[in-house]
C-alpha cells in the first residue's frame, strides 16, 4: 500500500515539475507567490519555509558587485522572526541562464548552539533539553514555480547512532503546481505536533518542548500533501516508521496535522491571528503506536501566546520507539518589547509513564531574543528550571547564538 502511494506521489511530482506552463498556471504562480510572502505564520517546517525563500530572493542585476551585495547584508533589515532568512543570500545565490529549466541555486550554512554558564547542577537536569543545531544545505528552484529540491546535511551532537545515520537531514523534491498544494517526497522532518515539525531556526528557545523532543522532530523516508486555504491548511503524510535510516522499512506509518484559521478573514491589526490545530500519528513499528495532540496560538500585535498538548500510546520519536503509555503540555507567553528584543516564559510539564503518578517533569523556563537580523542573526539567553518528582530539582542558564548564512 504504501509503495504504491509514494510511486503514485513520484509520479505527481514529477510530472508537475515538467509539465509546459500555460498563461492560467503562469497567473496563478503569481497569486501563489504573493500569498507566500505575504503570509505571516507559516506551516511550521522546513519545506514551507524553502518555498518562501525562494519567492523572496530578490533579482538582482548581473553586474552587482560583491562590496554592493556585502553592503546590502549590513543594512539588512528583518521585521519577521517566523521564518528563517540568511545573511547571505544575495552573495550564495547564484541566478541561472534563461535556457535553463532553474531559476535559481542557493547554498547556505546554519548554527544554532549554546553554552552553560556554569551554574552547578543541584540534580539530574533532563539531559534532553539540548539545543545544538549545525546545518549546510543547497536548495534548488525550478523556473515559473514548477518544483524545487533541498539537499541538507546535518552534524548533530554525539549519540548512539553512526554518523553516516544522521549526516543526510533533509533530501527531497517537490511541486507547487496544483493550487494551494504543495506535494514532496523524500527524506524531512513530518509534522508530529506543531512543534514538533517544526525548524530549529524558527523555535522560540533553545531547546524544544518534552513532547516534541520525545514524540516528534524525527526525519522519516515517505510523502506528503500539503494544502493551504484562508481559514484551513493541512498536511497528510504516509511514511515508513523508520528514523535515521536504521533499517529500510520498518512498517508503515501515518501522520496528520489540521490547522483552522478562524480570524483569517478579519482585520489582523484589529483582532490578531488565531490558530487551533491537531492531529495524530499512527503506525507499526516493532509494536503499534498512536500519538494525537492539540493546539492552540493566538498573536496580537507584539504578544504571542500558545499552548499544545499530546497523549501517546506508544510512540516514534527522536529518541526511537517506545512503548510506554505518555502524555504532556506546554504554554508559552512571549511579547516583543522592541522591535529587536523579545521575552518568553514558558511552562512545560510531561509524564513520561502513565502507569506511575508520581514521575512527572517540570521545566519552567524564561528566555530573551535580540534578533540583531531576524533569525539570521540571533542572541538568545534562557534560564530553565527542571522539577522533577523522581529526582532533585535542577537549573541551567544557557548563552546562544543563531547565525544563518
Partial sequence: MMRKFLRCLLIICLVGIFLPQNADAKLFDKIHAKNLEDEVILENNELAETTTQAVEIEKTEDNASLRDKLQNVYHLEVDKYDRPEYLLREVLT????????????????????????????????????VGNAHNIGFDGFLKNNNGDFRIMMGFPSPSKRNYAQTLFSDVYIATNKIPHHRLQIGHYRPQVGMEGGSSAYTLSFLGRSQIARNFGTARRLGGRIKGDYSFIDYDLGLYSSDTFFENWFSGPEFISWVNLKPLA???????????????????????????????????????????????????????????????????????????KLQILACYDQFTPDKEFRENKKREITFGLNYFIKGQALRLILNYAFCQNDTAKDSHKIMIGAQILI
Avoid: P, Q
Fill in 94 to 129: 547564484h541566478k541561472c541562464k534563461e535556457e535553463s529549466v532553474m531559476d535559481n541555486w542557493h547554498i547556505w550554512g546554519a548554527y544554532n548552539g549554546y553554552a552553560d554558564m556554569g551554574i552547578e547542577d543541584n540534580g539530574d537536569f533532563d539531559s534532553r533539553y
Fill in 265 to 339: 478573514k478579519l482585520d489582523e491589526k484589529k483582532y490578531g491571528k488565531l490558530k487551533i490545530g491537531g492531529g495524530i500519528d499512527v503506525g507499526k513499528r516493532e509494536n503499534n503506536f498512536f500519538v494525537s495532540g492539540a493546539y492552540i496560538g493566538y498573536e496580537y500585535k507584539r504578544l504571542i501566546a500558545e499552548f499544545e498538548w499530546a497523549n501517546a500510546n506508544g510512540y516514534n520519536g527522536y529518541y526511537g520507539e517506545s512503548r510506554k503509555h505518555a502524555t504532556g503540555f506546554y504554554t508559552t507567553i512571549g511579547y516583543m518589547l522592541t522591535k
